[in-house]
């Protein structure tokens, strides 16, 4: 062949390049200088050299497709001003994952705890719909999630926001969890004295409600549940049921409401004696001070110290 000048050569044209096949003279000074060819898909295998991208208005990316899969793109800003060579707010770097919002481009972080400490499933939903989900131990690893605020404190360990995976747990305000509770609050923030849990701007709906029928029962008495906060009742015959307050499960500062919401018979309800702080009646001797009409009710909180429930409020038709 003809010796031809590199720029009178042909151009590689996008539909002819195959990097496995396609050549790059090269000069191998390993030893001596020697001529050598070298594929294009070698040159960029496992390149261990620094390597750096530094100009104005300049892109990286990894993707499958130049139009439909970005995994990985990496722009720098174009400047006003060219000798200043600056970034400035309306000329920002960039580095975006699946820049073309392609519900087939996740994204991943691992860790030594979990395959998945950070996971953006963008199909987690199937549908370009969604929803897509951004996991934090999205494999269910050993692996726990911390927002640490400007005065984190770590001998006071008061982060924003801890979740604990080994409880699957939270805690707002502490990192220091037992398992009992999903969610503990600290006593304040940045461990402050004299300062507040948690305040809601709306309403507070107990949902752990406990339906107790005076039909259904068993040998006319119940032990109500450690785990539910209210407990309503249904006079539907004419028994005498007695209600007793657990310990077990119990924790200081616990509060349970108990009170009737139907009232079609003549029962009644009474709440046993046996774990309560004061001794009223309530029942125990007299019908006439048990709970047996709609709107007769009992609110309590539990001392851990006694194992006892401190009556707060008791009503019925005729006792308050």
């Given at each position: 062949?003809?010796?031809?000048?590199?720029?009178?050569?042909?151009?590689?044209?996008?539909?002819?390049?195959?990097?496995?096949?396609?050549?790059?003279?090269?000069?191998?000074?390993?030893?001596?200088?020697?001529?050598?060819?070298?594929?294009?898909?070698?040159?960029?295998?496992?390149?261990?050299?620094?390597?750096?991208?530094?100009?104005?208005?300049?892109?990286?990316?990894?993707?499958?497709?130049?139009?439909?899969?970005?995994?990985?793109?990496?722009?720098?800003?174009?400047?006003?001003?060219?000798?200043?060579?600056?970034?400035?707010?309306?000329?920002?770097?960039?580095?975006?994952?699946?820049?073309?919002?392609?519900?087939?481009?996740?994204?991943?972080?691992?860790?030594?705890?979990?395959?998945?400490?950070?996971?953006?499933?963008?199909?987690?939903?199937?549908?370009?719909?969604?929803?897509?989900?951004?996991?934090?131990?999205?494999?269910?690893?050993?692996?726990?999630?911390?927002?640490?605020?400007?005065?984190?404190?770590?001998?006071?360990?008061?982060?924003?926001?801890?979740?604990?995976?080994?409880?699957?747990?939270?805690?707002?305000?502490?990192?220091?969890?037992?398992?009992?509770?999903?969610?503990?609050?600290?006593?304040?923030?940045?461990?402050?004295?004299?300062?507040h849990s948690a305040q809601f701007?709306?309403?507070?709906?107990?949902?752990?409600?406990?339906?107790?029928?005076?039909?259904?029962?068993?040998?006319?008495?119940?032990?109500?549940?450690?785990?539910?906060?209210?407990?309503?009742?249904?006079?539907?015959?004419?028994?005498?049921?007695?209600?007793?307050?657990?310990?077990?499960?119990?924790?200081?500062?616990?509060?349970?409401?108990?009170?009737?919401?139907?009232?079609?018979?003549?029962?009644?309800?009474?709440?046993?004696?046996?774990?309560?702080?004061?001794?009223?009646?309530?029942?125990?001797?007299?019908?006439?001070?048990?709970?047996q009409d709609v709107g007769d009710?009992?609110?309590?909180?539990?001392?851990?110290?006694?194992?006892?429930?401190?009556?707060?409020?008791?009503?019925?038709?005729?006792?308050?």
């Amino acid at each position: 062949m003809a010796d031809k000048k590199i720029t009178a050569l042909s151009a590689l044209t996008a539909t002819t390049k195959e990097s496995s096949v396609d050549l790059l003279h090269i000069i191998d000074y390993s030893a001596a200088p020697v001529n050598k060819k070298i594929s294009v898909a070698d040159l960029f295998d496992q390149v261990n050299t620094d390597t750096h991208i530094y100009g104005i208005s300049k892109t990286f990316e990894l993707g499958t497709s130049s139009t439909t899969f970005s995994a990985l793109k990496v722009t720098t800003g174009s400047l006003v001003d060219m000798s200043a060579l600056t970034a400035t707010a309306a000329q920002h770097h960039n580095v975006i994952v699946n820049d073309d919002a392609n519900r087939h481009v996740d994204f991943t972080v691992k860790s030594a705890q979990s395959a998945q400490a950070i996971f953006v499933d963008s199909d987690f939903t199937t549908g370009n719909a969604g929803p897509g989900t951004v996991f934090i131990n999205g494999d269910a690893g050993n692996q726990d999630f911390m927002v640490q605020g400007d005065n984190y404190d770590t001998s006071a360990n008061d982060p924003v926001l801890f979740s604990d995976a080994s409880y699957n747990a939270a805690g707002l305000g502490t990192s220091t969890l037992d398992g009992n509770y999903c969610v503990q609050v600290a006593a304040g923030p940045n461990a402050g004295v004299d300062k507040h849990s948690a305040q809601f701007q709306g309403n507070i709906a107990l949902s752990g409600v406990e339906d107790i029928v005076g039909s259904g029962a068993t040998g006319n008495a119940v032990t109500l549940s450690a785990f539910k906060s209210v407990h309503k009742l249904n006079i539907d015959d004419t028994d005498t049921v007695t209600l007793t307050l657990p310990t077990t499960g119990c924790v200081d500062g616990q509060i349970k409401i108990i009170y009737c919401d139907t009232d079609s018979a003549a029962g009644t309800f009474v709440i046993a004696q046996t774990n309560r702080i004061l001794t009223e009646d309530m029942g125990a001797s007299s019908a006439a001070t048990g709970i047996q009409d709609v709107g007769d009710c009992w609110i309590g909180m539990y001392e851990s110290g006694t194992s006892q429930w401190i009556t707060l409020n008791y009503r019925n038709g005729t006792t308050t």
